[in-house]
């Protein structure tokens, strides 16, 4: 594949992050606007304007003229940002800025003596812009058009069609005009000095673009692999809960008397099946939930387009937090537990998300503090800010976690020996989903847990500005 392909590839692919790429372009375009005023600046007022050889008056003028210029690129890159690019107009866009700073870098050199000035090193920075964003044979006709552009002060000084600028002694510049060999070798050591890092950053560019490539393609593969065995997965499970209920629902049916007397150690067998296709359909019940996120996930990795806005919106996470406590008090009746709320925020209190993941984290956190507590325990809800975030947090006086399993305790399917021991309808995948959901959020869950005492689980969302 060709290194033209190669780049049109990535860029078609990564297009929102190349014009994120541009805005460090922007900003160091306004440093040297600034620097340009502040040279300026010192010498009006402290410098010798009778003596000193410096022309400010033509870095004032390019100051003005980038000022103008980054102003209106960088109008155009909040636009970009907000619209979708092909790379067409993305490359013509850059091209627009790399010029630009060529033309002021043109004049920048002239000011401070042309040949005799170390500026000229300055078109390095554009030289890895247009190495990054064009083909390797669009980026040289870049390059040399902008030493076709610094070189023209040198030549037409040498001409003597423009005045000679010196800030340090006409004499050397002088001298080296009257020796044509040695100024037009001096020329050609720099055009050699500058094709040579066009060569070396081309190269690099372009092998960092086949990685890129490479990797994309690697990336794609996983998601489609991921894709395919959560719907395997969904079918599956899908297929098992039909069979499974009808199960439970003969079992049931048998240990209710309506198909004749049972006796007491029949009836024991009977109660023991119908506990275990409780556990399976229960089972086969978080795993349809887990594969439909894991389904939400993929599809959002999958899009170009960032539909966030289209499916979350503000919600008051006091309000539903305590609407969420009286909805489910109930599931603590049974072992006689105490739910407590606490909140250190006051109402009004905004993040972004949507219901349905929320009620996917509360109901699995809370059901697992209930069902890993003894009974007339003390469950306690508790609202807090931290920073630029809402954080809540669920504590209980269970079992507790061994912290060499905190780690692993968002595995699916994974429980330890003593949650097991405890509790022998978990099915291990209630946290996944609580992961899962709050990954989707973009919260953040933290656990803290000592044994035989509680665990408290924090989750942080970000608060809406």
Not at 122 to 128: A, F, S, T
Not at 220 to 226: A, H, S
């Amino acid at each position: 594949m060709s290194a033209q392909s190669l780049i049109h590839c990535v860029q078609d692919v990564h297009v929102k992050e190349l014009v994120k790429r541009l805005n460090w372009s922007v900003k160091i375009r306004w440093y040297v606007i600034a620097c340009c005023n502040v040279l300026v600046l010192l010498f009006v007022l402290f410098i010798d304007q009778q003596r000193a050889a410096l022309h400010y008056d033509y870095l004032f003028a390019v100051s003005i003229f980038l000022f103008f210029c980054n102003a209106i690129y960088q109008y155009q890159l909040r636009y970009s940002f907000n619209k979708c690019l092909n790379t067409k107009d993305l490359r013509y866009y850059l091209l627009l800025q790399i010029m630009t700073d060529f033309i002021a870098l043109t004049l920048v050199v002239y000011t401070f003596g042309s040949i005799e000035s170390p500026i000229l090193i300055m078109i390095i920075p554009n030289i890895i812009l247009a190495t990054l964003f064009f083909t390797p044979t669009q980026s040289l006709r870049i390059v040399l058009s902008g030493l076709l552009l610094l070189l023209t002060p040198v030549l037409l000084e040498f001409m003597h069609l423009i005045p000679v600028i010196s800030i340090v002694d006409k004499s050397f510049k002088l001298s080296l005009f009257a020796a044509p060999v040695v100024f037009f070798s001096y020329l050609f050591i720099y055009l050699l000095g500058v094709l040579f890092c066009w060569y070396l950053l081309a190269s690099i560019t372009s092998q960092l673009i086949k990685n890129e490539l490479r990797l994309e393609r690697s990336y794609q593969d996983m998601i489609q692999l991921d894709k395919q065995k959560t719907q395997a997965t969904l079918r599956s499970t899908h297929e098992l809960k039909a069979p499974l209920a009808a199960i439970k629902n003969y079992v049931y049916t048998v240990d209710a008397g309506y198909a004749g007397e049972v006796n007491d150690r029949l009836k024991k067998i009977i109660q023991r099946i119908g506990r275990r296709c409780d556990y399976l359909l229960n089972n086969v019940t978080d795993i349809i939930k887990l594969g439909n996120l894991k389904s939400y996930v993929v599809l959002q990795a999958q899009s170009e387009l960032n539909n966030r806005q289209l499916q979350f919106y503000p919600l008051d996470i006091s309000q539903y937090i305590s609407a969420f406590i009286a909805q489910n008090k109930s599931l603590a009746i049974e072992k006689k537990i105490t739910i407590n709320e606490h909140s250190a925020i006051g109402n009004k209190n905004y993040i972004i998300a949507n219901e349905q993941n929320l009620q996917l984290i509360f109901t699995n956190l809370l059901t697992n503090a209930i069902n890993y507590s003894p009974s007339e325990g003390i469950i306690d809800i508790v609202l807090t800010q931290q920073n630029r975030h809402i954080c809540v947090s669920i504590k209980d006086q269970g079992i507790g976690i061994e912290q060499q399993f905190i780690e692993q305790i968002f595995e699916e399917h994974f429980r330890t020996r003593q949650a097991a021991q405890f509790y022998e309808g978990g099915t291990g995948l209630g946290l996944s989903i609580v992961k899962v959901c709050s990954e989707i959020l973009d919260a953040k869950i933290t656990i803290e847990s000592t044994m035989n005492q509680g665990t408290c689980v924090m989750v942080c969302f970000k608060k809406k500005e």
